[in-house]
Every structure is written in structure tokens, then in C-alpha cells.
């Protein structure tokens, strides 16, 4: 996640100024850079169109072309894989990782962990080894 951060700030610095999808794709890589740096926070669609000052729609549709999936579903994956990752590196409760990662509840966390790795959060790390 770091990574992809360090790459949408660098990548929202390089010149666009005569090109307007450039423009464009650089405003879109800092509503995903606010993604990664903001995940456990509730994010909005609007959240993200205000900070790529560009239509619903359009955004959307940019995303998709970019990142391959909607903005709720890589919001949802961002979140997942941190809970994953503490998981196995911290002996946090699962409420605290629901919490530190933006899912409404321990039930939420679990269903969305189970529905993405086949299994439960308790499971998962147990068979990592924390």
C-alpha cells in the first residue's frame, strides 16, 4: 500500500497542464492516494469526485479503466487486505481490527473476510501463525 501511495503522489506531481486527461488521470490518482492513506475513515463517492474535481460519473468510469474494479470494491480490498496483515503481524482483537480498518462491525469484517479468503479472521490466523 505504500508503494501504490508513494506512486499516486509522484505520478499527481509530473506536469499535466496541457493535457487534459493527463489532468485528469493525475486528479484521479490523488482520490486514490486519499484511499490509501484514509481507508480505515468512511470514504464517499463524493469524497472522491470532490478531491478529482470531476462528475460522479466520469469518476467512475476512470476508475474503472484504471484500477479495474468500482471505487467501493477497491475501498473494500484495501480494507481487507490491512485486516489481513494485522491479522498475522499484531495480536490485535478482531473488533480492534474492524475498527482500524474501516468495517462497521466484527460481523462485517468477518463476512468480508470469509466472502474474500474462504475463510474466518480467526481461522486465517491461526494458520499463520500468530
Not at 32 to 40: A, G, L, M, V
Not at 51 to 76: D, G, L, N, T, V
Not at 114 to 120: A, K, L, N, P, V
Request: contains cysteine.
Amino acid at each position: 500500500m505504500v508503494t501504490i501511495s508513494l506512486l499516486c503522489k509522484a505520478y499527481s506531481t509530473s506536469s499535466a497542464r496541457e493535457n487534459p486527461t493527463l489532468s485528469e488521470d493525475r486528479a484521479l490518482m490523488e482520490s486514490i492516494s486519499f484511499i490509501h492513506e484514509r481507508y480505515y475513515e468512511k470514504i464517499t463517492i463524493e469524497d472522491l469526485t470532490r478531491i478529482a474535481h470531476i462528475s460522479r460519473s466520469s469518476y467512475i468510469k476512470k476508475f474503472k479503466e484504471i484500477c479495474k474494479m468500482p471505487p467501493s470494491a477497491y475501498i473494500s480490498k484495501i480494507r481487507i487486505e490491512s485486516a489481513a496483515s494485522m491479522l498475522i503481524n499484531t495480536n490485535l482483537s478482531i473488533a480492534e481490527i474492524a475498527e482500524k480498518t474501516g468495517f462497521y462491525d466484527t460481523s462485517h469484517l468477518t463476512k468480508t473476510f470469509e466472502r474474500t479468503y474462504g475463510i474466518s479472521p480467526i481461522s486465517y490466523r491461526n494458520r499463520k501463525g500468530v
